[in-house]
């Protein structure tokens, strides 16, 4: 009997971050399916010509048939680290620590934090950063851009912007937000401005610095494209990569991150999940505000709804927060935004330790794994718990950046200067 098709998404051939293997599809419709009803895409607005498309890779999570994935640049950063002409350092965000090991034969969350380095050393690397160092300037900034609001009776609520997908979301369908989204950029756009700023000024030429960056989300291949970022690998594609290079992980000795820019808090590493970049941003901002430490978990908030709220006393300031954990939520919220002033968005649930770039799970499974993940990231122990404590982060500022919000701050870490 002959299974009747049915619609299938529609995928640009210049799409930079998903692409689709024809021989491989089996007209199934789980794509829109996915698109539809996990992702809450609203496709009304769709042209033949034109079809929409957040990047968030959540598709290639549910392909049955591996007929999804996203775009490779894997074999091209190989190449690269091949080329003695060129300076290539790679930065990891902190999702990827926690679900690596997946690909690579280990349990479920293990953190490979300890091993990475040696690993993509091993592979060719001159430099391995952790992506949360620009995680704690992002927070710095984004507080003070916060603070800034409340105090000047500046746009609010104010959004964060470090999601891709979800920034992409609000320009597509919610043009009238423009102005909430915080201009700070992400951590991986703050990481790769200040590697290329600091090698150029050790008087490396532009040209042959290459900043690569391995995420758990396919919609940064898009969003790098407005940044110094060169290269984008998702989580898989470092695993593939780990693969083909035949590395010898049990012959590695355990090793830190190159420290050139300094190793980020307890705070950045929260990024990885939902609440994290909340619960990083009025912890900085209630030091900024209050010239005291906050209280030991003030700001930790469970996430065991697609959208929690909370309330917090700063100073003189009531702050009414909410965290949105999976996009198709955002509508929920709108006809309340003047209750709030500060809002989290994460296209996936979870956030990014469930990013269409991670290993590939079941459905079913999902849910299980991503607590895992979560509980893994939250446990490991630092002694810089919050941004502001970095001493790498506050040098940064005393000598290059002057203070958080400065001009310079602003030309080199914000996506535009007036807000």
């Known amino acids: 009997m002959e299974v009747k098709k049915k619609e299938k998404i529609k995928i640009k051939e210049n799409n930079p971050c998903i692409q689709r293997i024809d021989e491989r599809c089996i007209d199934c419709g789980v794509c829109l399916n996915t698109c539809n009803e996990l992702v809450g895409l609203d496709r009304t607005k769709e042209e033949p010509e034109n079809p929409l498309c957040l990047n968030c890779g959540q598709c290639v999570m549910s392909c049955p048939m ?15 680290t091949k080329d003695s002409s060129k300076l290539v350092s790679i930065s990891l965000a902190p999702a990827v620590r926690v679900s690596l090991g997946e ?36 927070v710095i900034e984004e507080a003070c851009e916060l603070i800034e609001r409340l105090k000047k009776c500046g746009k609010l609520p104010m959004f964060t912007s470090c999601c891709p997908a979800w ?53 940064k291949k898009e969003e790098i494209k407005s940044t110094d970022t060169d290269y984008c690998i998702t989580t898989r594609e470092l695993a593939y990569m780990i693969k083909e290079c035949k590395v010898d992980i049990p012959s590695l000795k355990h090793s830190n991150f190159d420290d050139l820019l300094g190793r980020g808090s307890k705070s950045a590493r929260m990024f990885g999940r939902s ?3 909340m619960e990083a941003a009025l912890s900085t901002a209630y030091f900024f505000m209050t010239g005291k430490e906050p209280p030991k978990n003030m700001f930790h908030i469970e996430i065991n709804s697609p959208i929690t709220e909370a309330s917090y006393k700063i100073a003189d300031h ?29 296209s996936c649930e979870g956030g990014c330790i469930g990013g269409g770039g991670g290993p590939l799970v079941s459905r079913q499974d999902a849910q299980e794994i991503k607590e895992k993940r979560t509980i893994v990231l ?5 002694d810089i718990n919050y941004s502001y404590q970095n001493p790498a982060i506050l040098e940064l500022y005393k000598s290059y950046l002057c203070r958080p919000s400065s001009e310079k701050a602003r030309e080199l870490l914000h996506t535009k200067k007036n807000r």
Do not use: W
């Open 66 to 80: 591996g007929a999804l994935k996203e775009k490779y640049d894997y074999k091209k950063v190989l190449n690269l």
């Open 103 to 138: 690909e690579l034969g280990y349990e479920i969350g293990k953190d490979l934090e300890n091993i990475l380095p040696s690993i993509l050393k091993a592979i060719g690397f001159d430099y391995v950063f952790d992506v949360t160092f620009g995680a704690d300037v992002t």
């Open 167 to 219: 920034v992409k979301y609000a320009r597509l369908f919610h043009r009238e937000l423009e102005l909430n989204m915080s201009t700070t950029k992400s951590p991986i756009g703050i990481q790769s401005t200040l590697i290329k700023t600091y090698f150029k000024e050790m008087n490396a030429i532009e040209e042959d610095i290459v900043s690569v960056v391995v995420a758990p989300c396919t919609a």
């Open 275 to 277: 609440g994290g970049v």
């Open 318 to 346: 009531i702050i009414n927060v909410a965290i949105i954990s999976g996009i198709k939520y955002v509508k929920d919220i709108l006809p309340k935004l003047d209750k709030f002033d500060f809002i989290e968005v994460m």
């Open 378 to 382: 939250n446990s490991k122990e630092t």
